[in-house]
């Protein structure tokens, strides 16, 4: 927290060392998340890379207090939403496009052996349980600041978790079974 | 059966995805210029912070207040009454209402938009183009910022000079800079020129277009031949929306204008993000050349380089 702290005022004064320590230390988290929401590892890259850009566009006027992970986490999360409105997808689609569009590890990307496992089973949750999952999993964000990125409270967020959560513990041992 | 612990322990360990060295080199290129190209224009537009410096004291900073609390309370009379008291004003002549929005654009200090570009394919379908411009205008001041989707490409200053106007260019993508004179003024190029014809124009218009939405906001359109303000065929026509609130125009487009040598084929100039008074400083008009920039025509320019490439 105290290395972020000095890297958001490095990279305020401009440093481009900041920038790219920035940059290597959370670009495979926010791939991850993109496309753990996207299931689409094209528009994962634009997405993290709009991130970023905008990140060093605002470098003269970012004023941030609080987790810069989690500032991030939720630029990626707003742009993402942005390209799943625009797609005008619905839900039963994209759970459609995790099941049968999925073809597995690209040239851009690499991927862990089981993600594609995984992915499948993110995709069958609600959009919002899986963006809770994804945020508390792999960004390790806090309920209190997954709840102001939904616009719900603590207690939604805390539920829409448990119930992602739950519903992957039963895949999984699903899956073991067979 | 899996514990919640273990649960979360496979899917933190399953969620892992890392970018090739490839695309990790790609988007940190990409990131890297961004990050160079704000350094150019924020070095060529380094000013002192007046804003802080006047904000460090107690008493200057009620008084700013209140200063601005009267240019708010003051500015908003200049505005146009607003249109939501139930009555379509646009219904009535323009006569009547056009003065308003007149007066009301003398009272800019300065304006800003976008323009575009929308080719009209022989299949019909529309292509905007990559390219687009964002102009400032500030009473005889010009200025237009030339994008190419995303990447800041070109500004181009426009001085007057006399009866004369001085260009002045910088391009990102040559580093170079460029000097020459155009005669006569920016005249129509000027979009708040080309606001206020068009509202000089109304009581001639050849179509009201209703309402759209546009940018979020209740619009009228209104539908003018361009042969009204020059020697253009009558099927040539420019339309103009205004905000049904704020009387504001919002929009201007000259629509489906044939293209040399593509018959099959027109384009639509669209004007609109009108940005009124929108706080520009000074230096906004002020020609500067970044350090290291060479002299040339982006034409000359572009061809040496293509030459000493081969």
Known sequence: ?178 | MRSNKRTKKTIKQWLNVSAKPKTRDRIWREVLFVQEQSRKTDSALVRPNIWRIIMKTRTVKFAVAAVVALIVIGGLTFLPSKGTDGKQWWLAPPAAWSQEIMDALDTFNSVTCREQLVTVMSDGSEHTSMTWIKFYTSNNSYRRDIYDGDFFREIQWYVPDGGNMNQHSIRFDLESYFIQTHTGSYGNNDPVDRLRMYVGLLDEADGQLGTEIIDGCECVGFEISASKYGSNPDEWMDRIWFDVETKLPVRIEKLARPITGRADMTRTTIQDQFDYDPGLTEDTFIPYTPEGFVFGHPDDIEAARKASEN
């Open chain 1, 1 to 178: 927290m105290i290395e972020d702290e000095l890297l958001k005022w490095k990279f305020k004064q401009g440093s481009t060392e900041a920038l790219s320590c920035i940059y290597e230390k959370y670009l495979d988290d926010l791939l991850t998340l993109a496309v753990g929401l996207l299931n689409d590892s094209n528009e994962a890259e634009d997405v993290v890379q709009d991130v970023f850009v905008s990140f060093v566009k605002s470098a003269k006027t970012f004023r941030l207090r609080g987790s810069l992970k989690a500032y991030l986490a939720t630029s990626v999360i707003n742009r993402v939403r942005d390209r799943i409105r625009k797609r005008n997808r619905s839900l039963d689609q994209d759970r459609l496009k995790a099941d049968k569009d999925w073809h597995g590890p690209d040239q851009s990307l690499i991927y862990s052996e089981q993600w594609q496992r995984l992915v499948r089973m993110l995709g069958e949750l609600p959009y919002e349980q899986r963006e809770v999952v994804l945020l508390r999993l792999k960004n390790e964000m806090k309920f209190r600041e997954i709840a102001k990125v939904q616009n719900v409270s603590i207690h939604t967020a805390m539920a829409r978790y448990k119930r992602g959560l739950n519903r992957l513990k039963s895949r999984l041992n699903g899956e073991v079974e067979k």
